[in-house]
């Protein structure tokens, strides 16, 4: 299995917050280790790694994970508790993913 | 998954130029496993057309957050003896609430954000449910917020939500309609709505995040309004590198 993360440079050259955030928890966890490469999409350069990647797999948000596996389709996870708990299989508090999930759609509330 | 993101993709395109009921009707054909979200408000309009589909395919669920208006508690009371259906409503865990409320207050929203408590009394009960099904619909609309639902499909493949190694399907029907369409087809049709509406509520959740709105404002002002509009950060956008260099 290989898992690539993709992690976003915005258009005025700043880090993305929640790439930070997810880059932090990986590394407080030890789940850096499990991640085999780390991309750059980079919203000033279409040709960047994580940009080419990102429209090849129609990914819209970043960060993302990759999770290849020989033989399989490879699958996208814009959810970082999604990705900690079906991939890594580790528990993960559901006010957490909640909560991440709703960040990363906002027009969730409005329901 | 690239193959089913284009069936999405076509599917969406050629569900683009139908009607709402159109979409209802294939969804409901399509799927076995699909419910329909309910919030108390507007959004009754996609029971009534599903029930004149087929009244037999109508699964509906509502999400209490425990804070909604009492006019809402009695509209869904109302939708359910008028359609003779079954709503499941879905309930925020009560430790989490208990939580929240004991490090936060009651108000908590009022001072840091909205999205805390919606995630605990909104979002993870909907999680819970979204769990158990193949497909489900909103009456979520382009026109309600143009910051957050400017570019919404009418069908599309839900990731967020989606069963491990399953795939969720979301329908939003009305997603091109506009308020007004919307209140043409209730009051064509006599269908039930939320009596908040009477009282110049035009967009309806919780109790302390709505409020009534006045001419002209946008069905945006009547939430949260004491926050500022909510601005997108994760979404990938290539820039125009010509543009920026001149």
Known sequence: MKITLVKKIKADGSPCKKCNDVIQKLEESGNINKIDEILIADERDPASDGMVLANKLSVERAPFFVVEETGKDPVVYTVYFKFVKEVLDQETSDAAAAQEILNDNPDLDFL | ?246
């Open chain 2, 1 to 246: 998954m690239t193959d089913n993101k284009l069936d999405y993709i076509d599917l969406d395109t050629y569900y683009q130029e139908k009607s709402p009921a159109e979409i209802l009707e294939y969804a409901l054909e399509k799927f076995d496993n699909i419910a329909i979200s309910f919030s108390g408000a507007e959004d009754v309009v996609l029971i009534d057309m599903a029930y004149k589909i087929s009244p037999e395919r109508v699964h509906v669920f509502s999400l209490d957050t425990g804070r909604l208006h009492s006019d809402t508690y009695q509209f869904i009371e109302k939708v359910r003896q008028h359609y003779n259906i079954e709503i499941d409503v879905m309930y925020p865990e009560a430790e989490a609430v208990q939580k929240l409320v004991r490090e936060k207050g009651l108000f908590s929203f009022y001072q840091d954000d909205h999205k805390e408590c919606c995630s605990i009394r909104k979002i993870a009960p909907l999680r819970r449910k979204l769990l158990t099904l193949d497909a489900w619909v909103t009456g979520q609309r382009r026109d309600q917020s143009p910051g957050t639902r400017a570019a919404i499909p009418v069908i599309q493949e839900d990731q967020a939500f989606a069963r491990p190694g399953a795939t969720l399907t979301k329908f939003n029907p009305l997603a091109n309609w506009s308020s007004s369409q919307v209140w043409h087809y209730i009051r064509s049709n006599n269908v039930p709505y939320n009596e908040l509406h009477d009282q110049g509520y035009v967009s309806i959740g919780c109790e302390p995040c709505t409020r009534a709105i006045g001419p002209n404002q946008h069905e945006r002002e009547g939430r949260w309004w004491w926050e500022e509009a909510t601005k997108k950060e994760c979404g990938l956008h290539a820039v125009n590198i010509e543009q920026v260099s001149k």
